[in-house]
């Protein structure tokens, strides 16, 4: 990661509060990972839940060996520009919770809070495989899907701090309904959860693990195959319509989604082609994230210590 004005061997405590998961680590600013721990994003309320958050970060903050510089906290959903939640149909418990003040005051350090999306896509922007893109695109497949893009060097910010509702565009008018209150959206058809209830529901069985599905479609199970193969064929269908809008020169497929197997990821390149325009195509590649499951903090600590990219 690159520096900008911070102690070289200082740390961030880097939060992921995902829809499912809530992911915590001391990152440093070359991207070292320690103390990682996670729990499940529930609690009686917002504050009763961020009074978790508090715990575990001052456990990081004491064990850590380097200078912890602040909080970096990337969050699911809308977040506004003093660190709340404005919304998220997936945590509508959490919205309008003050989470960068609460943990200021906690903690005493600076906090940074921003969307999700936009830290995954910082991640793999700044990775080696992504270098040299200007205009890069990342869908990030988890409990939700998220969409984040970096343009001539700046997360690009339309609408609510982020890209919009991106990961919400229609592949299947006539598809289930989404928790947005939409129908046939990619999240609907394409994040981890999603896929995992429906795995769940065609084999008739309880277990609803993303992980599942991939290690039946690893070992040649056919409903597995099939499911993933037709998430494959949404998901290009995706990546066109956002290509179509938004010009990038690369889209990357990152969070659960990168694990997907092959032919989810040749049914998504074959889609892409087919349903693309030629400007589109002759400018993007269509690729797997290479930063693996820690994207998000990754992502976190890299919106705290790269501030000319935010």
């Not at 990152?254 to 589109?280: E, I, M, N, V």
């Amino acid at each position: 990661m690159a520096e900008s004005g911070t102690n070289g061997e200082a740390s961030v405590i880097a939060i992921d509060i995902g829809g499912g998961t809530t992911k915590l680590a001391l990152i440093s600013r070359r991207g070292e990972v320690r103390g990682w721990q996670s729990f499940a994003t529930v609690g009686e309320s917002g504050a009763a839940f961020l009074d978790t958050v508090v715990k575990a970060s001052r456990g990081l903050q004491a064990a850590a060996v380097t200078p912890v510089a602040g909080v970096s906290v990337a969050v699911a959903g809308f977040v506004s520009g003093d660190g709340a939640l404005e919304y998220n149909p997936n945590l509508p418990w959490l919205e309008r919770v003050p989470i960068g003040k609460i943990l200021n005051v906690e903690l005493a350090l600076p906090v940074h809070v921003d969307a999700d999306s936009n830290a995954a896509c910082l991640a793999e922007y700044l990775s080696e495989g992504s270098r040299g893109s200007s205009r890069f695109l990342c869908l990030t497949g988890g409990t939700g899907l998220g969409v984040g893009m970096v343009a001539e060097g700046k997360l690009l910010r339309i609408a609510h701090g982020c890209m919009g509702d991106a990961g919400h565009v229609i592949v299947s008018p006539e598809g289930p309904p989404c928790t947005c209150g939409g129908r046939g959206c990619a999240e609907a058809l394409l994040s981890t959860a999603a896929l995992g209830v429906r795995y769940a529901d065609a084999r008739g069985a309880g277990d609803a693990e993303f992980r599942s599905l991939v290690e039946d479609a690893r070992n040649g199970i056919p409903a597995a195959c099939a499911l993933l193969e037709e998430a494959g064929y949404r998901l290009g269908i995706a990546a066109a319509s956002l290509a179509n809008i938004f010009l990038p020169d690369r889209i990357a497929i990152a969070g659960g989604l990168s694990q997907a197997g092959d032919a989810f990821f040749a049914a998504a390149q074959t889609s892409f082609r087919g349903h693309a325009g030629k400007l589109p195509l002759s400018l993007a590649s269509l690729v797997r994230a290479t930063t693996g499951e820690h994207a998000t903090l990754l992502g976190a600590a890299a919106g705290f210590f790269n501030q000319e990219l935010r």
